[in-house]
């Protein structure tokens, strides 16, 4: 099963090895035409300002909203949260609004710039890097974990959004993140 990376900047190699570790083929989408046929998206992390403006130059805004509107899964990690969020504050920056989520940038505390935690009431361990918080969250999205009460990975439709990162994390931990079905 194709799942196609977001590979303008930030994290999309880890997240290339560990779809692979998983079983599925990474397609790396630097242009439109690569978003054809895949069975799935991640955005990645990142510096979600630096990925805003090079997705305009690759032109790939319209050919990315589509896709998320499809309803194939996405899963949209840190600075791909930040881009798919209705609301972006710390500061304000455009986004696509595909996620009904206030978030503010780089927001979990100096001293906790990065940092590896386990999600209330335990589970796999977390790594936050420079991580948005999620500060509002729509009827419409369920909360899948919370850090210290607050909202880390939530899920709206077919798209699922983490404040961390879970390719970081356990292979085992970041195959469970994914909605779509089995690799083949
Ligand atoms: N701080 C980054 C931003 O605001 C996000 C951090 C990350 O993706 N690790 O874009």
Not at 29 to 41: N, S
Not at 54 to 82: D, E, N, Q, W, Y
Not at 139 to 145: I, K, T
């Amino acid at each position: 099963m194709r799942i196609g990376i977001l590979a303008v900047q930030g994290g999309f190699d880890s997240h290339a090895r560990a779809l692979a570790a998983a079983g599925y083929t990474a397609v790396l989408v630097r242009e439109p035409r690569d978003l054809d046929g895949l069975a799935g998206l991640v955005l990645p992390g990142g510096e979600s300002t630096t990925q805003w403006k090079l997705i305009a130059r690759h032109g790939l805004g319209p050919a990315l909203v589509a896709f998320v509107r499809s309803g194939k899964p996405v899963l949209a990690t840190c600075a791909g949260l930040i881009l798919l969020a209705s609301k972006v504050r710390n500061p304000e920056q455009p986004s696509f609004a595909l996620l009904d989520v206030q978030v503010a940038r780089n927001a979990w505390g100096r001293q906790l710039d990065s940092f590896e935690a386990a999600p209330d009431g335990g589970g796999d361990p977390m790594v936050f890097i420079r991580a948005p918080r999620i500060e509002a969250a729509g009827q419409g999205v369920e909360v899948l974990a919370t850090y210290r009460g607050e909202p880390v990975l939530v899920r709206q439709g077919s798209v699922t959004g983490a404040a961390f990162h879970p390719e970081l994390g356990s292979p085992a931990a970041y195959a469970r993140l994914f909605p779509w079905s089995a690799p083949s």
